[in-house]
């Protein structure tokens, strides 16, 4: 995940060289050079994110977007503890197919990643130059949920790409990712017939023990809800961490808009 780390955080530091008004003017970019390029850093930034996230293990392998068991399924894990199970060797037979749910699930979200990207890109093309400014400032307009209390929002950039494509991009991914759910995508069986295999094996060996029954979970939902979720906390913390020490990550004023090329 190095790469999409380096560009996200090339994306925020354009944002927080300039984060005010003044600097803008000192600096010499008009306006309307600086909101292209913003436009252009988001692109740069939302495709490779995209991109890297189709990867094989773009979400199954970084614990920050990483896709578990949808809530439904905690009984599940009470189980794996419980002395009874454990006697009895489920626990060990009941883990391997909680592996192979998440597995599954995670290459599912993975094989879909990238339809994310049009999405993206209407959203930036659609900016103005009220919504540069703002984003450059630290000006939260985007949050359905405000918090007046604070002046700067460190995450002004990623609510406003959450607000803009959010309701779309989940309209997008659900019936893309119900597609992948029960699809093979290389390994042997599919997310729900794997989920399927989970649900059948505790409810009818675990249940007797004295656990409650698992009804049927809408994984399509969850799994879509839950990609989006991880998109954005991974985007959200980058931001955070640029806003926090930005001269950290700039090597060099981005020269004029977007002439700045970033040195790994």
Same mark, same amino acid.
């Given at each position: 995940?190095?790469?999409?780390?380096?560009?996200?955080?090339?994306?925020?530091?354009?944002?927080?060289?300039?984060?005010?008004?003044?600097?803008?003017?000192?600096?010499?970019?008009?306006?309307?050079?600086?909101?292209?390029?913003?436009?252009?850093? %988001?692109?740069?930034?939302?495709?490779?994110?995209?991109?890297?996230?189709?990867?094989?293990?773009?979400?199954?392998?970084?614990?920050?977007?990483?896709?578990?068991?949808?809530?439904? $399924?905690?009984?599940?894990?009470?189980?794996?503890?419980?002395?009874?199970?454990?006697?009895?060797? %489920?626990?060990?037979?009941?883990?391997?197919?909680?592996?192979?749910? #998440?597995?599954?699930?995670?290459?599912?979200?993975?094989?879909? $990643?990238?339809?994310?990207?049009?999405?993206?890109?209407?959203?930036?093309?659609?900016?103005?130059?009220?919504?540069?400014?703002?984003?450059?400032?630290?000006?939260?307009?985007?949050?359905?949920?405000?918090?007046?209390?604070?002046?700067?929002?460190? %995450?002004?950039?990623?609510?406003?790409?959450?607000?803009?494509?959010? !309701?779309?991009?989940?309209?997008?991914?659900?019936?893309?990712?119900?597609?992948?759910?029960?699809? !093979?995508?290389?390994?042997?069986?599919?997310?729900?017939? $794997?989920? $399927?295999?989970?649900?059948?094996?505790?409810?009818?060996?675990?249940?007797?023990?004295?656990?409650?029954?698992?009804?049927? #979970?809408?994984?399509?939902?969850?799994?879509?809800?839950?990609?989006?979720?991880?998109?954005? %906390?991974?985007?959200?913390?980058?931001?955070?961490?640029?806003?926090?020490?930005?001269?950290?990550?700039?090597?060099?004023?981005?020269?004029?808009?977007?002439?700045?090329?970033?040195?790994?």
């Amino acid at each position: 995940m190095k790469r999409i780390s380096v560009l996200i955080l090339t994306v925020f530091s354009f944002f927080l060289f300039f984060n005010s008004c003044d600097l803008l003017t000192e600096e010499g970019l008009t306006e309307d050079e600086i909101v292209q390029g913003l436009k252009t850093a %988001l692109e740069i930034g939302t495709d490779t994110a995209c991109s890297d996230l189709n990867l094989v293990n773009g979400y199954y392998g970084n614990e920050l977007v990483k896709i578990l068991l949808p809530p439904e $399924a905690d009984a599940i894990f009470d189980a794996l503890e419980n002395p009874s199970v454990v006697a009895l060797g %489920l626990d060990v037979a009941l883990q391997k197919k909680i592996d192979s749910v #998440v597995l599954a699930i995670n290459r599912a979200a993975e094989d879909v $990643a990238d339809d994310a990207k049009p999405i993206f890109v209407n959203a930036i093309t659609s900016m103005t130059i009220s919504d540069g400014l703002n984003i450059l400032q630290g000006n939260d307009v985007y949050s359905v949920s405000q918090d007046t209390s604070i002046s700067f929002d460190s %995450l002004a950039a990623t609510h406003f790409m959450s607000y803009m494509t959010r !309701d779309e991009l989940f309209s997008l991914y659900e019936p893309k990712i119900n597609l992948a759910l029960s699809k !093979d995508l290389g390994l042997g069986f599919s997310a729900n017939d $794997a989920w $399927a295999t989970l649900l059948w094996f505790y409810n009818n060996y675990i249940v007797i023990l004295g656990f409650a029954t698992i009804e049927e #979970v809408d994984l399509s939902a969850y799994s879509a809800d839950k990609g989006l979720d991880g998109l954005f %906390l991974f985007v959200g913390n980058q931001e955070k961490a640029i806003r926090n020490d930005p001269y950290a990550w700039a090597s060099d004023i981005l020269e004029k808009v977007f002439g700045y090329v970033y040195e790994e």
